[in-house]
C-alpha cells in the first residue's frame, strides 16, 4: 500500500480543543476494507491472495450494548460489558506485539513506546477483569481470543481491520492509531460507530447509576506492565480505574499526555510520533507533530497473516516454529483464565512469564523467508489452541 497523504479533516467540532488541535495534526487514521498490502520497508510490498480479504463484520454488540435505555442497564448489562470489554483490551496486544517484536533494535525510542504500550494493554485487560469480578462474573479470556485478521470485538469502530504484520507506517496508521482513536477527532465524516471511549464512558456512567455491591473476592493483585493493579473496593476505584484505560488510550481533553504515566504520550499521540516521525508540540495553531524527530525504526518485514493463516509450509522447522508460538500463546490465555478463577497473583505471574516465552519463536519466524513472497517473512499467527484434556 502506497502511502496516502492525510486529507484535511472536515466537519464540525464540538467539545475537544486539544483533540481538534491534535487530529488536524494527524488527519483521520486511513481505515483498509480488507487486509491492506503492507509494505515492509520505503520499496516492499507484500503480495496477498484476494482470498485475504474478509467480508464486512455486522453490527457489534456494542452498539446492541449502546441501544439499551440507561435505565435498562442493570447488573447483567456491566457484567456483558465488561466481558466484551475483556476481549477489546486483549485484542490490542497482538498486533502491538508484532509490531514491537519486528523492531530489530530494541534500544530505539520506537520499540520503547511501543513496549510501554503493550504494558500498559496488559494492565488495562487486568482492569477488566477485576471490574467483572467485583460485579459477580468471571472473566472469559480464551474464549474471547480474536481471529486476525478480522474486526475489533463488538462492532467498536466498524471498518477497521485489525491485522498482524511487521512494523510500517501503513500498519502504525490503519492499525495502531485506529484502534486508539480518540472519541471526538475531527473526522473525514460522521462517526458510524462507537470508539472505545465512548463504550467505557457508557460502562462508567452504568455504575454511578447502578451502584452495585463490589466484591474483592477473586481480584487480583499484582504488578502489571508498569502499574499496580489493586482490587475495585468502591465507585470511586472504578472511575479513576475506567478513566487510566480511556486516557492511557486517547489522553486528556487538554494534553497529549497520560496523567498517570508522568507525562508519557497517550497511546494515540505515540503512535502518531512514529507515523510522522517528529514528536508532538504545542504551537500557536495548536498541537502539531513538529517536534524533535523520532526516527523509524530498521524492522524485520513481516508480511501481514492472511485469513485463514499462513499457507501450510512445507518446511518442518516453520511449521514447528507456528505451533510452539501457538502453543505458548494458547498457555498464557488459559493461565490468565485461571488468574481470575482463583489463582490470584500466582497464576497472573506465570502467565506473564509464559508472555515472554513467546518472542523467540516469534522473532525467528520474522527471519524467516516467506516463498510466495520475496522480501518478506513469516509471524506469528496468534491462534488459541484447543486446552488438552486432563489425563485421570
Same mark, same amino acid.
Given at each position: 500500500?502506497? #502511502?496516502?497523504?492525510?486529507?484535511?479533516?472536515?466537519?464540525?467540532?464540538?467539545?475537544?480543543?486539544?483533540?481538534?488541535?491534535?487530529?488536524?495534526?494527524?488527519? &483521520?487514521?486511513?481505515? &483498509?476494507?480488507?487486509?491492506?498490502?503492507?509494505?515492509?520497508?520505503?520499496?516492499? &510490498?507484500?503480495?496477498?491472495?484476494?482470498?485475504?480479504?474478509?467480508?464486512?463484520?455486522?453490527?457489534?454488540?456494542?452498539?446492541?450494548?449502546?441501544?439499551?435505555?440507561?435505565?435498562?442497564?442493570?447488573?447483567?448489562?456491566?457484567?456483558?460489558?465488561?466481558?466484551?470489554?475483556?476481549?477489546?483490551?486483549? $485484542?490490542?496486544?497482538?498486533?502491538?506485539?508484532?509490531?514491537?517484536?519486528?523492531? =530489530?533494535?530494541?534500544?530505539?525510542?520506537?520499540?520503547?513506546?511501543?513496549?510501554?504500550?503493550?504494558?500498559? #494493554?496488559?494492565?488495562?485487560?487486568?482492569?477488566?477483569? %477485576?471490574?467483572?469480578?467485583?460485579?459477580?462474573?468471571? /472473566?472469559?479470556? =480464551?474464549?474471547?481470543?480474536?481471529?486476525?485478521?478480522?474486526?475489533?470485538?463488538?462492532?467498536?469502530?466498524?471498518?477497521? %481491520? *485489525?491485522?498482524?504484520?511487521?512494523?510500517? =507506517?501503513?500498519?502504525?496508521?490503519?492499525?495502531?492509531?485506529?484502534?486508539?482513536?480518540?472519541?471526538?477527532?475531527? @473526522?473525514?465524516?460522521?462517526?458510524?460507530?462507537?470508539?472505545?471511549?465512548?463504550?467505557?464512558?457508557?460502562?462508567?456512567?452504568?455504575? !454511578? @447509576?447502578?451502584?452495585?455491591?463490589?466484591?474483592?473476592?477473586? !481480584?487480583?493483585? #499484582?504488578?502489571?506492565?508498569?502499574?499496580?493493579?489493586?482490587?475495585?473496593? %468502591?465507585?470511586?476505584?472504578?472511575?479513576? $480505574?475506567?478513566?487510566?484505560?480511556?486516557?492511557?488510550?486517547?489522553?486528556?481533553?487538554?494534553?497529549?499526555?497520560? +496523567?498517570?504515566?508522568?507525562?508519557?504520550?497517550?497511546?494515540?499521540?505515540?503512535?502518531?510520533?512514529?507515523?510522522?516521525?517528529?514528536?508532538?508540540?504545542?504551537?500557536?495553531?495548536?498541537?502539531?507533530?513538529?517536534?524533535?524527530? *523520532?526516527?523509524? /525504526?530498521?524492522?524485520? /518485514?513481516?508480511?501481514?497473516?492472511?485469513?485463514?493463516?499462513?499457507?501450510?509450509?512445507?518446511?518442518?522447522?516453520?511449521?514447528?516454529?507456528?505451533?510452539?508460538?501457538?502453543?505458548?500463546?494458547?498457555?498464557?490465555?488459559?493461565?490468565?483464565?485461571?488468574?481470575?478463577?482463583?489463582?490470584?497473583?500466582?497464576?497472573? %505471574?506465570?502467565?506473564?512469564?509464559?508472555?515472554?516465552?513467546?518472542?523467540?519463536?516469534?522473532? #525467528?519466524?520474522?527471519? @524467516? +523467508?516467506?516463498?510466495?513472497? /520475496?522480501?518478506? @517473512?513469516?509471524?506469528?499467527?496468534?491462534? $488459541?489452541?484447543?486446552? +488438552?484434556?486432563?489425563?485421570?
Amino acid at each position: 500500500m502506497s #502511502e496516502v497523504p492525510d486529507r484535511p479533516a472536515v466537519g464540525p467540532f464540538r467539545r475537544r480543543s486539544f483533540l481538534a488541535s491534535a487530529a488536524l495534526a494527524t488527519g &483521520a487514521p486511513a481505515v &483498509a476494507a480488507g487486509v491492506p498490502v503492507v509494505a515492509a520497508g520505503p520499496a516492499q &510490498a507484500a503480495t496477498l491472495p484476494e482470498s485475504a480479504v474478509p467480508t464486512a463484520p455486522a453490527v457489534g454488540s456494542v452498539a446492541r450494548l449502546l441501544a439499551v435505555a440507561e435505565n435498562g442497564r442493570g447488573v447483567e448489562w456491566l457484567r456483558s460489558s465488561l466481558q466484551l470489554a475483556v476481549g477489546l483490551e486483549l $485484542a490490542t496486544i497482538p498486533p502491538y506485539l508484532c509490531g514491537w517484536w519486528s523492531v =530489530k533494535d530494541r534500544g530505539s525510542e520506537v520499540a520503547r513506546m511501543i513496549r510501554r504500550i503493550v504494558g500498559d #494493554e496488559m494492565f488495562h485487560l487486568s482492569i477488566a477483569c %477485576n471490574l467483572l469480578v467485583a460485579v459477580g462474573g468471571r /472473566p472469559q479470556i =480464551k474464549a474471547a481470543a480474536p481471529v486476525f485478521p478480522g474486526p475489533l470485538p463488538g462492532g467498536v469502530r466498524a471498518g477497521v %481491520n *485489525v491485522y498482524l504484520a511487521g512494523l510500517s =507506517k501503513a500498519y502504525v496508521r490503519d492499525v495502531m492509531m485506529a484502534i486508539e482513536a480518540p472519541e471526538e477527532p475531527l @473526522t473525514r465524516g460522521a462517526q458510524t460507530s462507537p470508539t472505545v471511549g465512548e463504550f467505557y464512558a457508557a460502562i462508567q456512567e452504568a455504575f !454511578q @447509576t447502578v451502584r452495585p455491591e463490589l466484591s474483592v473476592r477473586g !481480584q487480583v493483585s #499484582e504488578h502489571v506492565g508498569g502499574d499496580d493493579l489493586r482490587p475495585i473496593e %468502591n465507585l470511586d476505584h472504578v472511575e479513576r $480505574a475506567i478513566e487510566i484505560i480511556r486516557e492511557q488510550g486517547e489522553g486528556t481533553s487538554s494534553s497529549p499526555a497520560d +496523567p498517570y504515566e508522568d507525562d508519557e504520550r497517550a497511546h494515540y499521540y505515540a503512535f502518531g510520533e512514529i507515523y510522522h516521525g517528529r514528536e508532538l508540540r504545542e504551537t500557536e495553531e495548536g498541537w502539531r507533530y513538529v517536534g524533535g524527530p *523520532v526516527p523509524f /525504526p530498521d524492522v524485520r /518485514p513481516m508480511a501481514p497473516v492472511p485469513v485463514g493463516g499462513w499457507p501450510t509450509p512445507q518446511d518442518d522447522h516453520v511449521r514447528g516454529l507456528l505451533h510452539r508460538f501457538d502453543a505458548t500463546y494458547s498457555t498464557v490465555l488459559d493461565t490468565l483464565d485461571s488468574a481470575w478463577a482463583g489463582g490470584g497473583h500466582r497464576a497472573l %505471574n506465570a502467565a506473564e512469564h509464559a508472555m515472554r516465552g513467546l518472542e523467540r519463536p516469534a522473532v #525467528e519466524l520474522m527471519e @524467516t +523467508p516467506l516463498p510466495y513472497a /520475496p522480501g518478506h @517473512t513469516y509471524g506469528p499467527q496468534f491462534r $488459541a489452541l484447543p486446552r +488438552p484434556p486432563r489425563v485421570s
